[in-house]
């Protein structure tokens, strides 16, 4: 069969030029099984050239290359692609299809900014689109720095990685933010309780909250290539790997509710460290209100208008019942220190 002819010296995919896009201009690779994979001219692809064993990967950073996308038979989704939402879609071409998927970015610690993706997946080649620069796409690219047997794959088989990828990028969302969870809780536990640890969990709240609202609307997008309907025509092993990002997508659904669980239970322990505080602010008081109204009583029974030896002491009853005095407020201390009430 024969091998796609294309210009532009061979490179290994995991050169320099292949990690950084050109600016505006497409970024291709030709993963060849039987050959060494290079980076090629993206205006000299041959489409119809393309073997069994080969791999187009085209990755364009900024505006859609409409005379590429022409050139491969794919000026349908422009339309989808000029007017699109930026929200995860899928739209079924026949011979192709447009998927597109919205990745995270961590831009700052807990600030997750979704990063959309758009992928045009024909017979034997793929063509990613994006606005701004995606780390997975970088790593994917550092990771291949030798030739590689990614031709032997399939589009759809390459596509179901990429969407790996893509969704790895939830799960590592979810690590940072169970880290910060544990971290908060340790010091809930360990340290005097402030309220400023309330914007804390405001900000681990509204997190959680982000990360549910960029991943839940992949539902119908997964569970529409889970089915067997979409592609009816691709293998059963490809069909697997489409079932397989499914199950995918629903752990890292139920990863993110079990994070937002977890912060829920952070706010809970402050609740719980908060009333534990006010229990024992409320404890010592009351045992300080008991102690002064004691003494009061003593001084009270004092006071009373009757004769006793007491009052013609002088000086020395007054020092005496003083003593007495402190010597019950150091005894009710020393009860309270040992029962731990202060």
Excluded: C
């Excluded at 939830?170 to 309780?193: H, S």
């Excluded at 997508?249 to 994070?259: M, P, S």
Aim: hydrophobic share 45%; proline share 5%.
């Amino acid at each position: 069969m024969a091998r796609a002819e294309v210009r532009g010296a061979p490179a290994s995919a995991g050169d320099e030029a292949a990690v950084d896009a050109n600016g505006d201009s497409p970024h291709a690779v030709l993963f060849d099984a039987d050959g060494s994979d290079r980076e090629v001219d993206a205006a000299a692809i041959d489409p119809a050239s393309l073997s069994e064993h080969q791999l187009l990967w085209v990755d364009q950073q900024g505006p859609p290359p409409e005379p590429l996308l022409r050139k491969l038979r794919l000026e349908a989704a422009l339309p989808a692609l000029k007017e699109g939402d930026g929200r995860p879609s899928l739209q079924n071409f026949g011979d192709w299809f447009l998927l597109r998927v919205v990745a995270v970015g961590r831009p700052q610690p807990l600030q997750f900014a979704g990063q959309v993706l758009t992928l045009l997946v024909g017979r034997n080649f793929v063509v990613s689109l994006h606005r701004e620069p995606l780390d997975y796409m970088k790593q994917l690219l550092q990771r291949e720095r030798a030739d590689t047997r990614i031709g032997v794959l399939s589009a759809q088989s390459f596509t179901a990685s990429l969407l790996d990828w893509q969704m790895t990028s939830y799960f590592d969302a979810v690590t940072e933010l169970e880290e910060e969870v544990d971290r908060l809780e340790v010091q809930l536990l360990t340290q005097p309780i402030l309220r400023e640890r309330v914007p804390e969990l405001a900000v681990l709240r509204r997190a959680a909250s982000r990360l549910r609202r960029l991943l839940t609307p992949h539902r119908m997008v997964f569970g529409a290539m889970a089915r067997p309907d979409f592609r009816p025509d691709d293998s059963e092993e490809e069909q697997a790997q489409l079932r397989m990002l499914n199950e995918r997508f629903e752990r890292a659904l139920d990863a993110i509710e079990v994070a937002r669980e977890l912060v829920i239970g952070s706010f809970e322990l402050f609740a719980t460290r908060t009333a534990q505080r006010t229990n024992e602010t409320m404890r010592v008081l009351t045992f300080v209100t008991v102690l002064l109204g004691s003494l009061s009583v003593m001084a009270g029974a004092l006071g009373m208008n009757f004769e006793a030896p007491i009052f013609r002491t002088g000086s020395r009853g007054f020092i005496v019942t003083l003593s007495v005095m402190a010597v019950v407020v150091i005894a009710a201390l020393l009860v309270a220190k040992r029962r731990n009430w202060w």
